[in-house]
């Protein structure tokens, strides 16, 4: 049973394409995540939601768009892709404002390659 | 501006020695330090968090000690095994805020036989 799950897991495009990547969480949690993790391993987190609210916005390219249909699902959308958005990108979920740990749990990541 | 600064990027230890991976940070308001485990081709797992009301907690074989005055905490890998061989990251967060995880950069730990 897939706690975080992303598809595809691996994605190859052409620079200027348009692509999205989709996340679920059957964990009931309320808080979703994206995350960038670049080629020398370092995590960076994108986009927070809760409860289908955006939360945090990190300083990314508005060519990156987060929609979030329900609490269970939050899909990153990506326009003209560039060579430099190729990296793993990572959802994470949490149940977020337990006010004690708040541990987020990652999907599997979707390695996304800009020929 | 890295606020979460950790050490040593890569760390090879004998199986059976103590791995010990430092931290820093520098957010005073950061209030909840997890550690992550990632093996390659998957996504990072929780490993052990600790709060700064205490100055270390231990689970199993692994220990984090934390020094709040130092803004400093380290994660130990006690009897260290091959299993345990992936990249560890070190996060701070402030759970009364946003609770965005600050991750370090990565140790790549690898243990020989």
């Known amino acids: 049973d897939t706690a975080v799950s992303q598809t595809p897991k691996y994605l190859v495009t052409q620079m200027g394409n348009d692509k999205s990547i989709k996340c679920e969480q059957n964990?009931?949690?309320?808080?979703m995540y994206w995350y960038k993790q670049d080629s020398k391993k370092f995590l960076k987190i994108m986009f927070s939601?809760?409860?289908?609210?955006?939360?945090i916005n990190e300083t990314v390219p508005n060519r990156f768009s987060p929609k979030s249909p329900d609490k269970a699902h939050l899909n990153l959308h990506i326009n003209s892709l560039e060579l430099g958005d190729s990296a793993v990108y990572f959802c994470?979920?949490?149940?977020?404002?337990?006010?004690?740990?708040?541990?987020?749990?990652f999907g599997p990541g979707t390695r996304l390659t800009v020929l | 501006q890295q606020q979460v600064k950790q050490s040593p990027q890569s760390l090879i230890v004998q199986k059976g020695g103590i791995s010990i991976i430092n931290c820093a940070y520098e957010?005073?308001?950061?209030?909840?330090f997890p550690w992550y485990q990632q093996f390659p081709g998957k996504g990072p797992a929780l490993l052990i968090a600790?709060?700064?009301?205490?100055s270390e907690k231990k689970e199993g074989r692994f220990t984090i000690s934390f020094n709040k005055s130092a803004k400093q905490f380290s994660l130990h890998i006690m009897d260290s095994q091959p299993g345990d061989s992936a990249t560890y990251f070190c996060?701070?967060?402030?759970?009364?805020?946003?609770?965005?995880?600050?991750f370090g950069t990565g140790t790549r730990l690898t243990i020989i036989p």
């Open positions: 957010n005073t308001a950061f209030d909840y």
């Open positions: 939601y809760n409860n289908k609210e955006l939360i």
């Open positions: 964990l009931g949690h309320d808080t």
């Open positions: 994470a979920s949490s149940q977020g404002g337990t006010g004690d740990s708040d541990t987020q749990y």
């Open positions: 600790i709060r700064p009301d205490v």
């Open positions: 996060a701070a967060s402030m759970l009364s805020g946003n609770e965005k995880l600050t």
